[in-house]
């Protein structure tokens, strides 16, 4: 433990010497005047703790979908002013503070929690650490555990943790803190225990460099994980908060390949390479690895690009595009515009409130026939391909480079084509998938998931 909180405070994390609550509440109006600029009287401090942090009847869900928005503060003097608990836009603004051996008194039994993340104020990465040898599923077992007895104790604060990491020095995992929720309020306790739920140990995950090599070491995990940059990007970018109400925090893999993405779409549009491979690339994930979260969240971040006027997610046969929709509808309601038919794609294009569209190739050959000359051809565009290797995907990619001027390329598939493969097809139009569509950006292979536990293993023979 005190080597975790040394090397914190290496990376730039303010230690606080804090114990108790009321020092904690102080802390966290201190650390809001400074993110929003603005000195609460009393009086206000004590209406916005009450309304906007720590309300009577709040749990976990309403705390979680609180930090994901702007709180309205009624100041004294009648007026409203808007009050960040985390700012997203630029995430270096955002504090991190680190304390330890906190106590809870006001639970079932008193709690000391190991260590506690503080952003802004608000606990929002809560580590248990266990001895070497012990296994981590102990440090898993006691979070539950402080789920039920003390979490909600007092103002509730600790329900606003987004991210539990485990550690034993050895192995350290990562969780959001949907896999706590075990919404006893709505299912009844006892109900769902037989199945897997998200409340399971299953769903922690190991974090892992960009080559998918895995990062156990508590020490190595601090350096990684626990950066400042990466931490606070995890926080304000990669975490999920469903229509459903669960909070997904994205895998590692994920995170690299959104990450590897935006990058390649900032570089070529800063050396203006685009409609071409070097614009592009593909993203190899095996099947069942959660590709469309993947590629909403690359759609979603690459669509607030202030250079970049529309995301066209592209998927094949009808029945996958309401799939998609309703995938991408679960992220985040209204998100992304579907169509039935090219008349509405057509709007869509020529809407500017569109970001993000989902379409079938088909439709998109459809308008690219009807439509010569058609002015969002000269626009800004990001066109992501779900599993890139259709039949109509020849003709349908020669129809893009033909008529789009300014846009990036990018597949994802668990199954590319190399060109040992493309040789065995013996046809004129069968390409290779980086010849299409660019730089192999990422992978994470069926062998990746199986030592990952994501996938269940198989026998070759």
Known sequence: EQEFLRLLCAQGYEYLEIHDEAALIANLRRQLEGLNNYAFSDSEWTRFFKDCIAGANDGILEKTRRIQLVQVLRQDSGASKNIYLLDKKHIHNNRLQVLHQ??????????????????????????????????????????????????????????????????????????SNTTRSSHIKEQGEGRNKTKKTSNSFEFTSFWADGNNKVIADLVDFTKTFFAKHTLLSILTRYCVFTSENLLLVMRPYQIAATERI??????????????????????????????????????????????????????????????????????????????????????????????????????????????????????????????????????????IVKNFRKYHLFGFTGTPIFSVNAQKAHTSQFFTTEQTFGDQLHTYTIVDAINDHNVLPFRVD
């Open 262 to 399: 935006l990058n390649r779409i900032e570089v070529s549009t800063t050396y203006k390479q685009y409609g071409g491979i070097e614009a592009g690339g593909y993203i190899w994930h095996t099947t069942g690895s959660g590709k469309t979260l993947t590629s909403f969240k690359t759609a979603q971040l690459a669509s607030k690009l202030p250079y970049i006027d529309k995301v066209l997610f592209v998927v094949d046969r009808k029945d996958l595009d309401y799939q998609t929709m309703k995938e991408y509808d679960r992220f985040e309601k209204g998100a992304a515009n579907s169509n039935t038919s090219t008349a509405i794609l057509k709007k869509q294009l020529e809407d500017e409130n569109c970001h993000i569209i989902i379409t079938t190739i088909q439709k998109l050959a459809t308008f690219i026939k009807k439509n010569p000359g058609h002015a969002v051809y000269q626009k800004h565009v990001v066109i992501i391909f779900d599993e890139c290797h259709r039949s109509q995907f020849g003709d349908m990619h020669t129809a």
């Open 102 to 175: 906190y106590e809870e008194t006001a639970g079932k039994h008193d709690t000391r929690y190991d260590v506690t993340v503080l952003v802004n104020g608000l606990p929002l990465v809560h580590i248990e650490l266990k001895r070497r040898g012990v296994a981590i599923r102990e440090a898993f077992n006691q979070i539950k555990r402080y789920q039920r007895d003390s979490f909600w104790a007092a103002s509730g604060l600790f329900e606003y943790v987004q991210i539990f990491v485990i550690s034993n020095g050895t192995h350290t995992k990562y969780y």
